[in-house]
């Protein structure tokens, strides 16, 4: 069975500071997504960002990228420029590529704190 | 475009009875997720709805079911609850069609926050 985790329960940045998230996966299967969701206080999960595994090239998204690491099974975000607006909890997630769409597996979470 | 809905937003009840939470996904969208949210497990999956079939389905009791309408609103059921049964249930949806047809992105709602007392 496929795990995610996520080995920083909390985490703190200072306002326009850079921040990394960490998260590591454990797999058998070669294809698969994975998955940064951001819950913020109103509870609604938020897709953050998203990788391919048969994609190299690690995604992107305005502030927002991963450092993915296949061999090593892990799976980081960077937030730079970090505004208070990016106060949440960050939740790492894997879905394998030939299962149903909404069936993702979780960590546990990062909380993370940005100072002003 | 509406977004997923939920109802209600909070949920008291006591041990024993049952509970019927509601989703209306956002329109279009004919795949429908539940998942339980818990501080000391996390999220969980609970079970995936497509055109009114359940296609998939997460390691719980029996005591918790779902259904899904031919208009894709969700419904979940958990009967005889338990004090371990207080969670965070969240519900999302996306416009995939077939397991692995592509990355569709998942859309969430803000949850139904159940408390057992």
């Known amino acids: 069975a496929q795990t995610v985790t996520q080995s920083q329960p909390e985490m703190s940045v200072q306002e326009a500071e850079t921040v990394t998230l960490s998260c590591t996966y454990d797999t058998s299967e070669s294809d698969y997504y994975l998955f940064w969701y951001k819950q913020p206080p109103s509870r609604q999960m938020i897709l953050v960002i998203r990788q391919e595994a048969y994609k190299q090239q690690n995604a992107t998204e305005n502030r927002f990228s991963v450092n993915f690491q296949k061999a090593a099974k892990s799976f980081s975000l960077k937030i730079s420029d970090s505004q208070l607006g990016d106060a949440a909890m960050y939740f790492c997630a894997y879905r394998s590529a030939g299962g149903s769409q909404g069936n993702l597996i979780f960590g546990k979470g990062t909380k993370l704190s940005v100072k002003p | 475009k509406a977004g997923v809905t939920q109802t209600p937003r909070y949920l008291i009840k006591t041990r024993g009875q049952q509970v019927t939470l509601s989703c209306s996904p956002i329109s279009g969208h004919r795949s429908v997720s539940w998942y339980q949210q818990t501080p000391g497990q996390g999220l969980q999956f609970l079970f995936e709805y497509f055109s009114e079939t359940q296609r998939n389905k997460g390691n719980f009791p029996g005591r918790f079911s779902g259904r899904q309408f031919s208009n894709s609103r969700s419904e979940m059921n958990v009967s005889t609850l338990e004090l371990g049964d207080s969670a965070l249930y969240l519900c999302?949806?996306?416009?995939?069609?077939?397991?692995?047809?592509?990355?569709?992105?998942?859309?969430f709602g803000s949850g139904t926050q159940l408390s057992v007392l």
């Open positions: 999302a949806s996306s416009l995939a069609t077939r397991p692995g047809s592509g990355n569709e992105k998942l859309f």
